[in-house]
């Protein structure tokens, strides 16, 4: 890299970051009042809503990381190459598709089937389990869950397989030549891209915890906290939109400021634990 | 080595020219976006004042509403029959909530604002504060209808599901759980109520119609005053620990109520018309179970006393709750006029027009029964003279604007 092209990327990186740190900077800033005021109970008053973010993103990347991966590998390794291109736009399309309709097929469509058909088989024969003791609700964070694990799999799918397709074909044929199976390849190649998988996890997980309209029509907004994952709650972004609109007070609007910074604490937290148990520097 | 010197100089003269043709082409861009966008900013503005008489078929303007759910479908209705006889004056309606409303009203966002409460007093200084003297008027009269999804449930075979004050406050407190209490099976001995919990739907959103649901449960129920859950455009629903829902809007409430079973619901009555849902026939002062229908609507009006009407300038938080129990046997309890806000004085003379044609429009011919939507009812006539004669108060930099027009 000569200095005529350094420059530029410096230039550009720099107020990227910058940017970034304004933007952190200036929701904890926005907090203060609220923070000041009513200090680490927040925590406690909000709590249903931390639950439920916590909770519904979990489970949807559970749900979405298995599928994306095997989407990925499904597109590269199995598709012959004309049917392999048809996929892979239809893989992009899916993640940009505009996550409202997401929302209202849950609610109106996917909701109803996954009642009759699961739901209510997981409570009427596995409700003893906290997880499945109330009657299935029309929105649940079960439901909010499904739904924004269908929206992230196509986005962490594009890029996982953008990462996948790019290893060197000597590894394939270095494996094939110890005589391993195509199972034994296609493991060792995801461990190769292990850094980047966590990278693909950890963006579809932020967009995931900052999904605001998909998951406020399929959880219900029910300002409680929930043990049964088939009863409606509540996220930070859904409470964040539902109640920004009538904030009249500076402590109102300071209050869900601060919501925010707790969910952007929340994510760094989880990206960072995540890290620590899933991509270890060093060889192993 | 000659030969490669040669290559280096002449690719870096050309990556030169390159270069400042790109700098070239990015400052024509960056002249073409500034004129664009300068000229759209203030190319439009118009603040010459004028004393001739005004001739609106040719102000152009746009103005922007927003709040209530509530009268939605009324507010539509009316702009489509505005743009048809002003096409010049292009209005659009926001139905974000009567809160976020009022809260974009005062900020500056909308216009007018439309809520289904006057704003509470302390809101109404702030805003009076902010904006000058505002106006509140009422736009229309609507209901707020109880709808419910009661499989099996048909007010032909079962008659009307009977309801009273303390039962729907016992429902939304949290202490009536199933449909079987035996406080709904004894007023409703036609049908036999399974064991069934009630999944009470409310708003999610800062809402108007929570307002006055909320408002008279507590002047109809000890059980709600009780609870100390009190009144406003949002409350805390202790009933979302037994899994209650919370709707966006009117429409998201009507929507939880149609999908989910044994659920209940408050909305206005065009939602219940609109989608084909049942309403429960509520208790009113006189002791009778009363459907909201237009007859038992428009006789909560015949109560109201004209003149305990503030002056539109000052504070109306108390108009709300004089519909709420009218005496009269045939009545509906739980009826609400609609209200607008708009600030009394303005520095652009085209909006103020703009805006006083508009409202001029929504109290004489919006307020024609032909124009008024299923579900709502129009002004009485002496509310609608005491409005058209509260909006001579519009006016520009003082000056009234009816005299121009």
Same mark, same amino acid.
């Given at each position: 890299?000569?200095?005529?092209?350094?420059? *530029?990327?410096?230039?550009?990186?720099?107020?990227?970051?910058?940017?970034?740190?304004?933007?952190?900077?200036?929701?904890?800033?926005?907090?203060?009042?609220?923070?000041?005021?009513?200090?680490?109970?927040?925590?406690?008053?909000?709590? *249903?809503?931390?639950?439920?973010? %916590?909770?519904?993103?979990? %489970?949807?990347?559970?749900?979405? %990381?298995?599928?994306?991966?095997?989407?990925?590998?499904?597109?590269?390794?199995?598709? *012959?190459?004309?049917?392999?291109?048809?996929?892979?736009?239809?893989? &992009?399309?899916?993640?940009?598709?505009?996550?409202?309709?997401?929302?209202?097929?849950?609610?109106?469509?996917?909701?109803?089937?996954?009642?009759?058909?699961?739901?209510?088989?997981?409570?009427?024969?596995?409700?003893?389990?906290?997880?499945?003791?109330?009657? *299935?609700?029309?929105?649940?964070?079960?439901?909010?869950?499904?739904?924004?694990?269908?929206?992230?799999?196509?986005?962490?799918?594009?890029?996982?397989?953008?990462?996948?397709?790019?290893?060197?074909?000597?590894?394939?044929?270095?494996?094939?030549?110890? !005589?391993?199976?195509?199972?034994?390849?296609?493991?060792?190649?995801?461990?190769?891209?292990?850094?980047?998988?966590?990278?693909?996890?950890?963006?579809?997980?932020?967009?995931?915890? !900052?999904?605001?309209?998909?998951? &406020?029509?399929?959880?219900g907004s029910s300002f409680n906290i929930s043990y049964s994952l088939l009863a409606p709650g509540i996220t930070i972004p859904a409470l964040i939109a539902n109640q920004f609109g009538s904030a009249f007070s500076e402590l109102e609007l300071s209050s869900l400021f601060s919501l925010a910074l707790i969910l952007f604490v929340i994510g760094s937290l989880f990206i960072l634990i995540g890290k620590f148990v899933f991509v270890r520097n060093g060889k192993r | 080595m000659f030969f490669l010197h040669n290559t280096h100089s002449t690719h870096r003269k050309m990556r030169n020219k390159a270069l400042s043709k790109l700098v070239i082409a990015v400052i024509i861009a960056v002249i073409i976006v500034a004129g664009v966008s300068m000229y759209?900013?203030?190319?439009?503005?118009?603040? +010459?004042?004028?004393?001739?008489?005004?001739?609106?078929?040719?102000?152009?303007?746009?103005?922007?509403?927003?709040?209530?759910?509530?009268?939605? @479908?009324?507010?539509? /209705?009316?702009?489509?029959?505005?743009?048809?006889?002003? #096409?010049?004056?292009?209005?659009?309606?926001?139905?974000?909530?009567?809160?976020?409303?009022?809260?974009?009203?005062?900020?500056?966002?909308?216009?007018?604002?439309?809520?289904?409460?006057?704003?509470?007093?302390?809101?109404?200084?702030?805003?009076?504060?902010?904006?000058?003297?505002?106006?509140?008027?009422?736009?229309?009269?609507?209901?707020?209808?109880?709808?419910?999804?009661?499989?099996?449930?048909?007010?032909?075979?079962? $008659?009307?599901?009977?309801?009273?004050?303390?039962?729907?406050?016992?429902?939304?407190?949290?202490?009536?759980?199933?449909?079987?209490?035996?406080?709904?099976?004894?007023?409703?001995?036609?049908?036999?109520?399974?064991?069934?919990?009630?999944? /009470?739907?409310?708003? +999610?959103?800062?809402?108007?119609?929570?307002?006055?649901?909320?408002?008279?449960?507590?002047?109809?129920?000890?059980?709600?005053?009780?609870?100390?859950?009190?009144?406003?455009?949002?409350?805390?629903?202790?009933?979302?620990?037994?899994?209650?829902?919370?709707?966006? $809007?009117?429409?998201?409430?009507?929507?939880?109520?149609?999908?989910?079973?044994?659920?209940?619901?408050?909305?206005?009555?065009?939602?219940?018309?609109?989608?084909?849902?049942?309403?429960?026939?509520?208790?009113? @002062?006189?002791?009778?179970?009363?459907? #909201?229908? @237009?007859?038992?609507?428009?006789?909560?009006?015949?109560?109201?006393?004209?003149?305990?009407?503030?002056?539109?300038?000052?504070?109306?938080?108390?108009?709300?709750?004089?519909?709420?129990?009218?005496?009269?046997?045939?009545?509906?309890?739980?009826?609400?006029?609609?209200?607008?806000?708009?600030?009394?004085?303005?520095?652009?003379?085209?909006?103020?027009? /703009?805006?006083?044609?508009?409202?001029?429009?929504?109290?004489?011919? $919006?307020?024609?029964?032909?124009?008024?939507?299923?579900?709502?009812?129009?002004?009485?006539?002496?509310?609608?003279?005491?409005?058209?004669?509260?909006?001579?108060?519009?006016?520009?930099?003082?000056?009234?604007?009816?005299?121009?027009?």
């Amino acid at each position: 890299m000569n200095k005529t092209t350094a420059i *530029p990327i410096f230039i550009g990186s720099f107020f990227l970051c910058l940017l970034l740190f304004l933007i952190i900077f200036s929701i904890a800033f926005a907090s203060l009042p609220a923070l000041e005021t009513i200090g680490f109970n927040i925590l406690y008053m909000y709590m *249903p809503a931390i639950y439920g973010s %916590i909770v519904v993103s979990i %489970i949807a990347i559970f749900i979405a %990381i298995p599928l994306a991966v095997g989407l990925s590998i499904f597109i590269i390794e199995y598709l *012959p190459d004309r049917i392999r291109s048809i996929f892979i736009n239809i893989n &992009d399309l899916m993640a940009s598709f505009p996550t409202i309709i997401y929302g209202y097929w849950g609610l109106y469509e996917l909701g109803p089937f996954l009642n009759t058909k699961l739901f209510n088989f997981l409570h009427n024969y596995l409700g003893f389990l906290p997880f499945f003791s109330t009657k *299935p609700s029309t929105a649940s964070y079960l439901l909010a869950s499904i739904v924004l694990a269908i929206m992230i799999s196509p986005f962490a799918s594009s890029l996982i397989r953008e990462v996948y397709s790019k290893i060197p074909n000597i590894l394939d044929e270095s494996i094939y030549a110890l !005589g391993l199976g195509k199972w034994h390849v296609i493991k060792i190649k995801l461990s190769y891209i292990r850094k980047a998988l966590f990278g693909a996890i950890t963006l579809a997980y932020g967009r995931g915890l !900052g999904e605001t309209v998909a998951v &406020d029509l399929t959880i219900g907004s029910s300002f409680n906290i929930s043990y049964s994952l088939l009863a409606p709650g509540i996220t930070i972004p859904a409470l964040i939109a539902n109640q920004f609109g009538s904030a009249f007070s500076e402590l109102e609007l300071s209050s869900l400021f601060s919501l925010a910074l707790i969910l952007f604490v929340i994510g760094s937290l989880f990206i960072l634990i995540g890290k620590f148990v899933f991509v270890r520097n060093g060889k192993r | 080595m000659f030969f490669l010197h040669n290559t280096h100089s002449t690719h870096r003269k050309m990556r030169n020219k390159a270069l400042s043709k790109l700098v070239i082409a990015v400052i024509i861009a960056v002249i073409i976006v500034a004129g664009v966008s300068m000229y759209l900013l203030l190319g439009n503005q118009n603040n +010459s004042p004028s004393s001739v008489k005004i001739d609106v078929s040719k102000i152009s303007a746009s103005l922007v509403l927003g709040g209530s759910t509530f009268i939605n @479908p009324q507010m539509q /209705a009316w702009i489509q029959q505005f743009s048809s006889i002003y #096409p010049n004056i292009a209005v659009t309606y926001q139905s974000v909530g009567s809160g976020a409303g009022v809260n974009n009203f005062i900020k500056g966002t909308y216009d007018i604002g439309a809520t289904d409460v006057p704003m509470p007093t302390d809101l109404w200084r702030y805003a009076t504060t902010v904006k000058g003297s505002v106006i509140t008027i009422p736009d229309i009269v609507g209901g707020v209808a109880i709808i419910f999804n009661l499989p099996n449930f048909n007010s032909s075979k079962n $008659g009307n599901l009977n309801l009273t004050a303390d039962v729907l406050a016992g429902i939304y407190s949290g202490e009536i759980i199933y449909w079987d209490d035996s406080l709904i099976q004894s007023i409703n001995p036609g049908f036999h109520f399974p064991h069934e919990k009630i999944v /009470a739907v409310h708003r +999610s959103d800062g809402s108007g119609t929570t307002f006055v649901f909320t408002l008279w449960l507590f002047k109809s129920s000890d059980i709600w005053v009780n609870s100390n859950i009190g009144y406003g455009y949002t409350v805390n629903w202790p009933v979302d620990k037994l899994g209650g829902l919370a709707g966006e $809007g009117n429409g998201g409430v009507t929507a939880y109520v149609k999908q989910t079973s044994f659920s209940i619901g408050y909305v206005e009555v065009q939602y219940s018309i609109a989608n084909n849902l049942q309403t429960a026939a509520i208790k009113n @002062p006189a002791g009778n179970y009363v459907l #909201p229908t @237009p007859q038992s609507v428009s006789l909560s009006l015949q109560s109201i006393d004209i003149s305990k009407f503030p002056n539109a300038t000052q504070d109306w938080s108390n108009i709300t709750a004089l519909l709420l129990n009218s005496p009269n046997p045939s009545s509906y309890p739980i009826v609400t006029f609609s209200y607008l806000v708009v600030q009394k004085n303005f520095n652009d003379q085209i909006k103020a027009i /703009a805006i006083y044609v508009f409202l001029e429009f929504i109290f004489t011919t $919006g307020q024609k029964q032909q124009n008024i939507i299923n579900g709502y009812l129009p002004l009485p006539g002496n509310v609608q003279s005491f409005v058209l004669n509260e909006l001579k108060l519009i006016s520009f930099n003082n000056q009234q604007i009816y005299q121009l027009l």
